[in-house]
């Protein structure tokens, strides 16, 4: 997993939704 880390707030937001799909669609598969 490579985590980009920036100043933008709008990257970070993006980032953590796109980690919670992620997440749930590992949830879903288990």
């Excluded at 985590?3 to 992620?22: F, H, L, V």
């Amino acid at each position: 997993v490579v985590i980009y880390t920036t100043g933008s707030q709008a990257t970070m937001d993006e980032r953590n939704r796109q980690i919670a799909e992620i997440g749930a669609s590992l949830i879903k598969h288990w």
